[in-house]
């Protein structure tokens, strides 16, 4: 029996589609809140990466020019509150981009729905012009995951510029103060400013600590041990007596009711981030105030109290910028695989440009995987994961505008597998023990490998044994390096043929001489340029200014010190401890406008004098970067600048007229010369008369004359190398 067709009217289709649309909805955000779910550790509700999730890099632009009113936008903080609504924040800045102290605003945006839509932009600190200017600047969001409240940690300051260098200051407008607002709802609404000046100042540190601001971005909560739960904040603070800046952890214990600063850790130091490791250490990743190069790093075991001596982490490049640093697993068990896995986003260039995520397997040991998110211009940036478990990343492109990004572990395309040595190479034929990891994932097949270096240096290919998850595998490639190979990095790329592709690793080895071999290669320029203007005669104990560019040729930085005999104002003043390597690696001493502005100076002797010049002649020593007095040079060097040019008075003997027949003979006289030098000699405005020296050292010229073109006197001169007396003398012709 068939049953009738009935035809639904307008009202009940849209109802009916209106109640399949919602059940579809919510049974979607239903798997949503599984998922984050099964991303979160019970209490707490940070989100991990989501391995499944595949989406493409995104972006959109979230601040220009003239956003909310502001004619720069500045210095991104995101993170992601316990009930996944993303929250954005940066400096709005009036009229000009400049730093505090001017009247900076901080203002943020929310998105619910991960990053696709946002809100309209609002004010959270707001800054006064004058005359009673305050402002805020660089945020960074500290979320407690146990509590759900949110900090945000700024600068305020009225009328003093980081980095406050005076101690001595009392009035509160002077001072750089260290403050944060606090959100209970998620981000919607903030209250504050609350000061934390006192904290980062305790006796007897406000003696020597000054400036301070808090590093831009995110900071964390701790996950394991027995600091679980700590809140920490990372600063950057100003040491008057070193004149240098230094890093320091602000956190609390108590859900930010009170709050501590730990030990400061530098020199050289700048904007900081942290990250908790899978064994509980605390990770500090510093962008370098001294130039030299790659980033600071030091590891504290006590939550950020205190910390190791900073090591240098040169393979992330960097151009002095701030950068981001987390976990890309943050809920993973501790000592999980899952828990050594981090995130570090900066702009791995010499300038700020090629915007790059780069990911580690081993808790920063190694960064084996990279890939470019902004090949363009890109300054700071700092990431966070979101509830869909994907990762956000709000960053500066081009001034001034704030950009966010967003993409998926599997758009980063991370294998882990890393490979290392720490072999040791020398001159001629060495065996470089290469090792192959698999930290995560599946098997690996049999494969094959080979090397390749500067100058054509090759090796391999060898083959390479099937690798299981979690192993790896020690390789011995043959390799042979040229007899003239100097000490030093050498950099080699590495080509792992496997499963059908091709993965290139960078393997940086160190060359090292056996006893008895010496470097060939110079290590340091030294260009000698003279500064004095010359003069028409010298004397012995005259002074001849300099001034030198030196400059470092080796592949890591050095000490370069000038030995100073002979020389005044060349040491200590032309030394430079740690030089960097190019292209920043050079330096100008006793050049007006540079440091050392007093010129070096070489003291003229009689020797020189005698001679009729001199060239001016440097001895350098390079040495290790921490040698600071060259205790044990690598190599000595010898330099030398332009001839200078010695001149002398030129005889001139005036022979009275008097008594003298009209036409008569002078007779001019060398004795004492070196043999072969030429001298003209001439009198009055005559025609000169060269002669050349014999090999006794003697010479005569006779010189027929006309007393009346001499007038009184019968002026004789000499020029040329004139190194012995000269005398004239009249004689019946």
């Not at 080895?509 to 071999?517: K, M």
Request: proline share 6%.
């Amino acid at each position: 029996m068939s049953h009738p067709c009935t035809l639904l009217g307008r009202p009940t289709l849209i109802r009916l589609l209106l109640t399949i649309v919602t059940v579809i909805a919510v049974t979607l955000l239903g798997m949503t809140a599984a998922r984050a779910e099964e991303r979160t550790r019970s209490g707490l509700q940070s989100f991990d990466l989501d391995r499944d999730l595949n989406l493409d890099w995104s972006t959109q632009k979230l601040a220009d020019r003239d956003t909310a009113g502001f004619t720069c936008s500045r210095i991104p903080a995101l993170t992601t509150a316990n009930n996944g609504w993303v929250i954005a924040a940066w400096d709005g800045r009036p009229g000009t981009c400049a730093d505090a102290p001017q009247p900076n605003s901080v203002v943020y945006t929310i998105s619910k729905d991960n990053g696709v839509t946002w809100s309209d932009v609002k004010v959270m600190a707001q800054g006064n012009p004058n005359p009673d200017q305050r402002g805020f600047s660089d945020p960074s969001f500290v979320v407690d995951r146990e509590t759900g409240r949110i900090f945000s940690f700024f600068v305020m300051s009225y009328d003093w510029a980081w980095p406050q260098r005076d101690r001595a200051v009392t009035d509160p407008r002077h001072v750089m103060h260290a403050v944060y607002f606090h959100s209970d709802d998620n981000g919607e609404t903030w209250q504050g400013p609350t000061e934390v000046t006192d904290a980062l100042n305790p006796a007897p540190a406000h003696e020597v600590w000054t400036g301070r601001f808090a590093a831009s971005g995110e900071g964390i909560q701790l996950k394991y041990g027995l600091h679980a739960g700590r809140l920490i904040q990372q600063y950057t603070v100003y040491n008057t007596v070193s004149n240098d800046y230094w890093a320091v952890s602000l956190f609390s214990d108590d859900h930010g009711a009170t709050w501590q600063a730990g030990a400061p850790v530098g020199p050289g130091m700048d904007e900081n981030k942290v990250v908790e490791l899978s064994d509980g250490t605390v990770m500090l990743n510093s962008r370098k105030s001294d130039g030299t190069g790659g980033r600071y790093v030091a590891r504290s075991t006590d939550g950020g109290a205190t910390w190791s001596e900073r090591t240098t982490d040169r393979s992330l490049v960097d151009p002095q910028n701030n950068a981001s640093i987390i976990r890309a697993f943050p809920n993973a068990p501790q000592g999980s695989a899952e828990a050594k896995i981090l995130l570090f986003s900066n702009s791995a260039a010499a300038s700020r440009t090629n915007g790059t995520i780069r990911v580690s397997f081993d808790d920063g040991q190694t960064w084996s995987d990279s890939k470019v998110f902004e090949p363009g211009a890109m300054s700071y940036s700092t990431m966070t994961i979101l509830a869909d478990g994907s990762l956000g990343i709000l960053y500066e492109r081009a001034h001034p505008t704030i950009w966010f990004g967003k993409l998926s572990w599997k758009w980063l395309a991370a294998t882990g597998i890393t490979v290392t040595s720490d072999t040791v190479v020398h001159r001629g034929a060495n065996e470089v023990r290469v090792t192959i990891s698999n930290p995560v994932g599946e098997a690996l097949p049999a494969g094959e490998l080979s090397l390749a270096g500067p100058g054509g240096l090759a090796a391999g290919p060898v083959a390479v044994p099937a690798i299981d998850a979690g192993a790896t595998a020690s390789i011995a490639v043959p390799l042979t390096l040229p007899d003239d190979a100097d000490p030093g990095e050498l950099k080699l790329e590495v080509a792992y043929s496997v499963d059908g592709r091709v993965i290139t690793k960078e393997l940086p080895l160190s060359i090292e001489l056996r006893e008895g071999e010496t470097i060939t290669r110079q290590l340091l320029d030294v260009t000698i340029t003279r500064r004095s203007e010359p003069q028409t005669q010298y004397r012995a104990g005259d002074k001849v200014a300099f001034w030198v560019r030196v400059s470092n040729r080796a592949d890591q930085p050095v000490t370069a010190y000038p030995v100073g005999d002979g020389w005044e104002n060349l040491f200590p003043a032309c030394r430079w401890v740690n030089l960097p390597t190019q292209p920043r690696g050079n330096y100008s001493c006793g050049l007006t406008g540079n440091s050392g502005k007093t010129p070096p100076t070489y003291t003229i002797t009689a020797e020189d004098i005698a001679r009729g010049w001199f060239v001016p002649t440097m001895t350098w020593k390079v040495a290790a970067p921490q040698d600071r007095e060259a205790a044990q040079p690598i190599q000595t060097l010898t330099f030398t600048g332009d001839r200078v040019e010695l001149p002398r008075p030129q005889p001139r003997i005036e022979l009275s007229t008097a008594n003298v027949p009209r036409r008569t003979v002078i007779v001019v006289k060398l004795s004492d010369f070196a043999a072969q030098e030429s001298v003209s000699v001439q009198v009055g405005d005559r025609g000169a008369k060269e002669v050349t020296v014999d090999a006794v050292g003697r010479a005569t010229v006779r010189l027929v004359v006309d007393r009346r073109g001499c007038g009184d006197a019968c002026v004789v001169t000499a020029t040329g190398e004139i190194s012995g007396p000269v005398t004239a003398e009249y004689r019946r012709g």
